[in-house]
């Protein structure tokens, strides 16, 4: 029997197109054969399905549609939102209430690793380093000369619960600091202030996979910008990036053992991408983030890190797929 696959992309933040175009490359690769496809757009006052010049909605209280009188419920959702609200865990914990299996991370571990100051927290437990940082609520006092005092300069403002460094800034000295931190409370009510990595940004894709998991080619970030803002993450020619990253095999070696370690003990699920920064200065690894739904686009760093292991897209989205039936059955 065909299994009839939702793919939820789009999503309510600043990365609706970016997951619509993920969404898109799921819908065009998975195979005709195995799966019925239907590539829903979620938007916060409609989720929908477009067959041709029709929209259907989706009918929330079991995740079904109904074309032509007939209802079409889902086997598996393949979750392609980046950004709230797939990536933080609200999605999956609607599908774990309706006992859908989805591809990716559960609700808690995806609410704990979209939460960057919680989930370097927790990582910073396992002994792996993370930045120096302040974390501030928007109702808390925050004081700019207290930040200097805590942490050197130049520092990283984020909005705490973010992606695509949206609303994010780098900043070399106190006196913008203000507009940096009102830039990112813009974006969200918590801020993260960290101190600046200086050092190589090098990304590991982790899939698991029936019980397997796969640790994939490392890829080097190399930004034309000050860092990889949003631009250079969607324009290639602002930022190269090299998989697989020409590293010495023992950092290699880290990179890897510390992704598929994280990936177990923050208990991630499907294909998710943990980011570093390597510091020459100190010859540490720094951990900066992790992606539970990372891009899937073509020129997204996952489908090139696959593609150098010899693993098709239609490959690593029916594993993700059957991935999820599997753990399901558990
Ligand atoms: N502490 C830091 N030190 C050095 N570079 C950083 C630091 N934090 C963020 N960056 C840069 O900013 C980019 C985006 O930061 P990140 O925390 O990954 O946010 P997002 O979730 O928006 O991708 C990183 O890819 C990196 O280039
Ligand atoms: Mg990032």
Avoid at 234 to 246: G, S
Avoid at 268 to 287: A, H, M, N, Q
Avoid at 304 to 329: C, G, N, P, T, Y
Wanted: proline share 3%; glycine share 6%.
């Amino acid at each position: 029997m065909k299994k009839n696959i939702a793919i939820i992309s789009g999503g309510y933040s600043g990365e609706y197109e970016i997951s619509f175009r993920s969404g898109m490359v799921v819908y065009e690769s998975l195979d005709a054969e195995k799966y019925n496809s239907y590539l829903i757009q979620v938007k916060e006052d409609e989720w929908f399905y477009e067959n041709g010049d029709r929209s259907i909605e989706v009918d929330k209280t079991d995740c079904s549609l109904l074309i032509d009188g007939k209802k079409v419920r889902f086997d598996v959702v393949f979750c392609a939102i980046h950004g709230t609200p797939g990536e933080d865990g609200k999605m999956p914990a609607y599908f774990e209430m309706l006992k859908i299996p989805f591809t990716s991370s559960g609700s808690i571990a995806s609410a704990l690793t979209f939460d960057k100051n919680l989930c370097n927290r927790v990582v910073a437990t396992y002994d792996v380093n993370v930045a120096s940082s302040v974390h501030y609520f928007r109702h808390d006092k925050v004081s700019t000369s207290e930040i200097a005092e805590k942490l050197s300069f130049p520092v990283f403002v984020k909005p705490n619960c973010g992606g695509s460094s949206v609303g994010m800034s780098k900043v070399m000295q106190v006196e913008d600091l203000r507009a940096a931190i009102e830039k990112a409370f813009a974006e969200d009510d918590e801020i993260l202030i960290e101190e600046f990595v200086k050092g190589r940004e090098l990304t590991c894709g982790v899939l698991s996979s029936k019980g397997k998991l796969y640790v994939f080619p490392i890829c080097e970030i190399v930004s034309k910008k000050e860092f990889f803002d949003f631009e250079a993450k969607y324009d290639p020619a602002l930022a190269e990036e090299i998989v697989p990253a020409d590293i010495p095999v023992n950092l290699e070696t880290e990179i890897k053992n510390s992704s598929a370690f994280l990936f177990n003990k923050l208990n991630c699920k499907g294909v998710v991408r943990f980011d570093y920064i390597y510091s020459e200065s100190d010859r540490e690894l720094y951990f900066l983030e992790v992606n539970t739904v990372p891009g899937l686009t073509r020129e997204s760093i996952v489908p090139k890190m696959a593609r150098e292991m010899d693993i098709s897209l239609s490959q690593l989205f029916s594993m993700m797929i059957e991935d999820a039936v599997w753990r399901h059955k558990q």
